[in-house]
């Protein structure tokens, strides 16, 4: 059973940073893409960063020159360096694997707070 567990969120002022990490355990097929959403209170679920498997990177308009999102396949883990955070960035984050065979994996999620 494939499990992803994120960790680095909590409480921040505006201005500052956080690092989250997501580790997928358990047996994993081939990981293709691997990716970062948000969901604020009362809103759908926002995409906010992916990496493909050869290191191309894509960002929401939003977070784009703030965050960057990084990998270690080896480890199976994917990382949301964060900078700059706004009031605004506050949500649940929660990260998603999939893999080359249509796997599709998602973490419970981790509190990021920005405070004003």
């Known amino acids: 059973q494939v499990q992803l567990v994120e960790s680095g969120g909590g409480l921040v002022q505006a201005g500052g940073s956080l690092r989250l990490s997501c580790a997928a355990s358990g047996s994993i097929f081939s990981i293709a893409t691997m990716g970062w959403y948000r969901q604020a209170p009362g809103k759908q679920r926002e995409w906010v960063a992916e990496?493909?498997?050869?290191?191309?990177?894509n960002y929401a308009d939003s977070v784009k020159g703030r965050f960057s999102i990084s990998r270690d396949n080896a480890k199976n883990t994917v990382y949301l360096q964060m900078n700059s955070l706004k009031p605004e960035d506050t949500s649940v984050y929660h990260c998603r694997i999939t893999t080359y065979r249509a796997d599709d994996y998602w973490g419970q999620g981790t509190q990021v707070t920005v405070s004003s």
């Open positions: 990496i493909t498997s050869g290191g191309s990177t």
